[in-house]
């Protein structure tokens, strides 16, 4: 039997929590009221009314279509690159106090991401640490903070995260499948817990966290708002060496659009 995974409120002091175990589950982080705001946001993403260029991607694109016309994972890098209003709202300015007492003051905003699970598309996102996709940094900490927009259940793609892996060697990573840029890794559920959320709760996970979600079985959506931290003295290190998340991508492809 799984443990029971604790939940605090965002006033708690969890840091204990998330320095033993990497990962922590937070609720009610933002209201209803802001939730339905930040679906509707969401939702104009996904749609496409707002064009996000190369940052969209199918996280899913290394498996088989699991419904026509529809990617099996979603990712839109940088929402707030495209709709800057979002870093003055509630996510943000809570999510960045919460990442300050978990890696100290002098954490700052990184990237953000939508990773949307369509319903029925049933495509897993594998196990992996984010830390994998990103430079070898001096100052390991780091928290990304997975807000669901909706009830996050295990058939839908909640997290699971498995405890403790942040204190241990980095696993091995590949490509996942055949295309696409995911990674993954070796691991399974039988070695993690699942966390599953209510609208406006979150989870907060350390960089070196292993950590997946299934696919979505069910007839409903799930969407999943991410916001990522990390020392400020490491993000000028990232760019330094041009490292940006992406962000750049979609700068050069439109400076193309318009020297066409």
Known sequence: MEPVVPFFSPDEDFRDHFDRYGFVAVRDLIGPAEVEQYRAIYDRFVAGRIDVGAHRSDLGSH???????????????????????????????????????????????????????????????????????????????????????????????????????????????????????????DASESEGVAVELQPGSCTIHHGHTLHYTRGNSTSTPRRAFILNYRPQAMIDLERAGGFDHGRQVNVRELRNVQAR
């Not at 900490?141 to 927009?149: H, P, T």
């Not at 405890?163 to 696409?180: E, F, K, N, Y």
Request: with cysteine; proline share 11%; aromatic share 8%.
């Open 63 to 185: 498996a088989a279509p699991r419904k026509p016309g529809v990617e099996n994972v979603t990712q839109i890098m940088w929402p707030s690159h495209h709709l800057p209003e979002l870093q003055d709202m509630a996510l943000h300015r809570r999510c960045l106090e919460l990442a300050r007492r978990l890696l100290g003051p002098d954490a700052a905003f990184d990237f953000d991401m939508l990773i949307n699970k369509a319903p029925e598309t049933n495509t897993p996102t594998p196990w992996h640490q984010d830390a994998a996709y990103w430079p070898d940094l001096p100052d390991k900490r780091a928290a990304s903070l997975w807000v669901a927009l909706d009830v996050a259940t295990r058939d839908n793609g909640c997290m699971w995260f498995v405890p403790g892996s942040h204190r241990r060697p980095m696993r091995r990573h590949r490509p996942a499948g055949t295309g696409g840029g995911a990674l993954e890794c």
